[in-house]
């Protein structure tokens, strides 16, 4: 998922404040949560609807909240008078790519065109990882259209290896090539 800036920053800065504060395990857990309950399609609807009054969605909120650490339950209220309920929707994305850079990790997909064996993709991910020298948590996604081989995207770099970008290479190889006069 790609993480607009905003919502980067305030990840960054939830991240900071829970590890200075030593609860960093805790908020986590609860903005995985909070993820997950705007993750069901009915809940996105009401927290995002313009039509919706700020004071309806913070309540509905503060109910989940609850559960969730003071800090976070802070943050979130913080957000709602900032008018900045969009930093949510992405939240669960930035705070998860922020803690694994913190862990020396980063994550990526390996497309191919069939589901590959889990010794496979930890292959991929120690060799990738080496190269990046972090360590490389992938995911398997199946994409039918690429023939054969793999392409792998992670940290934004493309490594393609499948048959149907090997062709697209060699053609516009094949294209640049002069064609000596006869």
């Known amino acids: 998922m790609i993480v607009d800036a905003v919502t980067a920053r305030y990840a960054e800065a939830l991240y900071q404040l829970a590890s200075e504060r030593g609860v960093l395990e ?19 609807a009401f927290l995002f609807d ?3 009054p700020a004071t309806e969605k913070r309540s509905r909120l503060e109910r989940l ?3 969730l650490h003071p800090l976070l339950q802070n943050f979130v209220g913080l ?7 969009e930093v949510l929707r992405g939240l669960g994305a930035a705070f998860r790519e922020r803690y694994l850079a913190g862990k020396g990790a980063v ?7 069939r589901p590959l064996a889990q ?4 292959s991929l991910a120690g060799n990738i ?17 690429l023939v054969g081989g793999v392409r792998v995207l992670v940290d934004n770099r493309l490594v393609d290896h499948s048959v149907r970008g090997r062709l697209a ?5 094949l294209k640049s090539a002069g064609v000596p006069n006869a």
Do not use: P
């Open 26 to 44: 805790s908020v986590r857990s609860g903005v995985e949560q909070i993820a997950g309950e705007i993750a069901e399609d009915s809940v996105a």
């Open 50 to 52: 313009a039509r919706v």
């Open 65 to 67: 909240g609850e559960t």
């Open 79 to 85: 957000v709602f008078d900032k008018h900045r309920e």
């Open 107 to 113: 994550e990526g997909r390996v497309e191919s065109a």
């Open 119 to 122: 010794a496979d993709i930890a």
């Open 129 to 145: 990882g080496r190269r990046l020298s972090r360590e490389v948590l992938l995911t398997n996604e199946i994409d039918a259209e």
């Open 169 to 173: 290479g060699m053609k516009k190889r």
